[in-house]
T-cell receptor, first 117, second 111 residues
Framework: GAVVSQHPSRVICKSGTSVKIECRSLDFQATTMFWYRQFPKKSLMLMATSNEGSKATYEQGVEKDKFLINHASLTLSTLTVTSAHPEDSSFYIC?????????????FGPGTRLTVL | KNQVEQSPQSLIILEGKNCTLQCNYTVSPFSNLRWYKQDTGRGPVSLTIMTFSENTKSNGRYTATLDADTKQSSLHITASQLSDSASYICVVSAAGTALIFGKGTTLSVSS
């Protein structure tokens, strides 16, 4: 199956710093990538939809100036958490849609654990 | 309102036993239904994906069923293994909209 990678897998940072998370589709092209966050024992919550070459679409309640998304190529999307605070600590997961698959199958990355001290 | 509800919330079974997880949804217009397995601290991995016309689909020891009339799906795990311990998430895709996630069922398989 298609592979999606994320880097880093976990990051610990100080409050006030910015953190960049990369999401790559390794063996397919993804015109659309999605960013989710997941709190412990909770379901995935969609944060934003990222389309290659255009601005991301953010879900209601998600601050676009805090969570900067760049989808510069068909295989790479980045999420930057700016001026991170402890409440931003969470598990961030990206997914990429393989347009070749039936129904536009989404493949998920392994996730990035962000801890803000 | 588009919703996906899963039951039970958690389940503990002995290794080698079978189990069935349930998913009810109120999503329209329905596109497809997926079951994912999510290990702790990892991203979801697809087990099955079914469209409206499919009633059952298997992936090894995992068998998913879909009743589009009653809007119910089940995931049956046969001869459970310790490595089956994970969260199982039912996800429904509505045509033209984002995926709608259930809260998942946490399965613990003990020896």
């Amino acid at each position: 199956g298609a592979v999606v990678s994320q880097h880093p897998s976990r990051v610990i940072c100080k409050s006030g710093t910015s953190v960049k998370i990369e999401c790559r589709s390794l063996d397919f092209q993804a015109t659309t990538m999605f960013w989710y966050r997941q709190f412990p024992k909770k379901s995935l919550m969609l944060m934003a939809t990222s389309n290659e070459g255009s601005k991301a679409t953010y879900e209601q309640g998600v601050e676009k100036d805090k969570f900067l998304i760049n989808h510069a190529s068909l295989t790479l999307s980045t999420l930057t958490v700016t001026s991170a605070h402890p409440e931003d600590s969470s598990f961030y997961i990206c997914s990429a849609r393989d347009v070749r698959g039936a129904g536009g199958e989404q493949f998920f990355g392994p996730g990035t654990r962000l801890t803000v001290l | 309102k588009n919703q996906v509800e899963q039951s039970p919330q958690s389940l503990i079974i002995l290794e080698g036993k079978n189990c069935t997880l349930q998913c009810n949804y109120t999503v329209s217009p329905f596109s497809n239904l997926r079951w994912y397995k999510q290990d702790t601290g990892r991203g979801p991995v697809s087990l099955t994906i079914m469209t409206f016309s499919e009633n059952t689909k298997s992936n090894g020891r995992y068998t998913a069923t879909l009743d589009a009339d009653t809007k119910q799906s089940s995931l049956h795990i046969t001869a459970s293994q310790l490595s089956d311990s994970a969260s199982y998430i039912c996800v429904v895709s509505a045509a033209g909209t984002a995926l709608i996630f259930g809260k998942g069922t946490t399965l613990s398989v003990s020896s």
